[in-house]
C-alpha cells in the first residue's frame, strides 16, 4: 500500500469513527453522570482511537471498537479519580419483573391491556432516573444492548468478560431496573394528565 | 412443545435475537399458542425499547463535535 492510500483509508476510518460520536457520547453521559466529564471521556476515547487507528483491522467492527476503548478509559482514567460515589453492589436489593408486579397488584384494567398503559404513561425522567441508580457495570450492559444494540459476543469483547457474564449481567440488570423504573415512578408526583387516570393506574 | 416456565427462561436471548433458529421457532410456536406469554414477551419488549428511546435523545454538542473533527489529521 503507498502512502496516498494508507493516508486516504486513515482520514474514512476517522470519518467514519466520528459517525459515531453521538452514540459514544450519550453512552459517556450515562456512564459518568454529567455533560462536562461525558465530553473529557468521549475525547479521550477519540484522542486513543486515532492514535492507535493502525493497530484497527480493517473489517472489523469499529463500532465496537470505539466502544471498548471508551470503555477502558472509563475505568483506568476516569472512574480512578472520580469523586462520584461508586455503587456496585446490586446484593440485598430486591429484584422483580416490573409486570409481574402489574399484574400482581391488582390495577383496574381500564383497556384490555393495561400494563402497557401504566408503562406508557411512566415519564421518560422516571426511566432515566431508574437506569442512573444501578451500579456501573450494569448500567453498561443495559445501554450497550438496550440503546446502542450491540450483540452478547460484542458486549463480552466491549466489556472484557466472558458471553455468559454478559448474559447474567444483563437479565439482573434488566429487572433490577424494571424495581427502579417501579421506585422512580412511584416516588415521583403525579404528572400525567388532568383526569387522574394515570394516577389511578399507579401502583401501590 | 416447550412450557410456559421454559419460554420465560428464553425471553431475553428472545428478545435479543440470541437464539438459534430452531431454539426460536420453538418459542415462536409457544407464543403462537399462549396469549398470556405473548402479552409478557410483547411488554418486556416494550420496556426494553422504552429504554432505548429515552437514552437515543441525546447527542453530542456540536461544540464536541468539532473539538473532535480537529483531532482529526489534516
Known amino acids: 500500500m503507498n502512502q496516498d492510500q494508507s493516508a486516504t483509508s486513515r482520514s474514512e476510518l476517522q470519518e467514519e469513527a466520528l459517525s459515531h460520536i453521538d452514540a459514544l457520547y450519550r453512552t459517556a453521559y450515562r456512564m459518568t453522570g454529567n455533560a462536562m466529564d461525558a465530553e473529557d471521556l468521549v475525547q479521550e476515547t477519540y484522542l486513543r482511537a486515532f492514535r492507535s487507528l493502525h493497530q484497527f483491522r480493517p473489517g472489523t467492527n469499529l463500532r465496537a471498537w470505539l466502544f471498548k476503548i471508551l470503555t477502558n478509559a472509563f475505568i483506568n482514567d476516569y472512574r480512578k479519580r472520580s469523586r462520584r460515589p461508586r455503587s456496585t453492589s446490586l446484593d440485598n436489593v430486591e429484584d422483580y419483573y416490573l409486570y409481574s408486579h402489574l399484574i400482581d397488584s391488582g390495577i383496574q384494567p381500564a383497556s384490555s391491556r393495561p400494563e402497557d398503559e401504566v408503562l406508557a404513561n411512566i415519564p421518560d425522567e422516571a426511566v432515566i432516573a431508574a437506569l442512573d441508580s444501578l451500579p456501573d457495570e450494569f448500567r453498561q450492559v443495559v445501554l450497550l444492548a438496550d440503546v446502542e444494540g450491540f450483540s452478547y459476543r460484542e458486549i463480552a469483547d466491549i466489556m472484557s468478560t466472558p458471553v455468559g457474564t454478559v448474559m447474567s449481567r444483563l437479565h439482573r440488570a434488566r429487572r433490577r431496573l424494571q424495581s427502579a423504573i417501579l421506585q422512580a415512578y412511584t416516588a415521583a408526583p403525579c404528572s400525567v394528565g388532568s383526569d387522574g387516570d394515570a394516577c389511578d393506574a399507579r401502583l401501590r | ?74
Open chain 2, 1 to 74: 412443545m416447550l412450557d410456559c416456565d421454559e419460554v420465560m427462561e428464553r425471553l431475553y436471548q428472545f428478545l435479543d435475537r440470541e437464539l438459534s433458529e430452531a431454539e426460536l421457532a420453538e418459542v415462536r410456536a409457544h407464543l403462537d399458542a399462549c396469549p398470556p406469554c405473548r402479552d409478557r414477551f410483547t411488554f418486556e419488549q416494550n420496556v426494553l425499547r422504552r429504554v432505548g428511546t429515552c437514552c437515543r435523545q441525546l447527542s453530542a454538542p456540536p461544540s464536541l463535535v468539532e473539538k473532535v473533527r480537529r483531532m482529526c489529521d489534516q
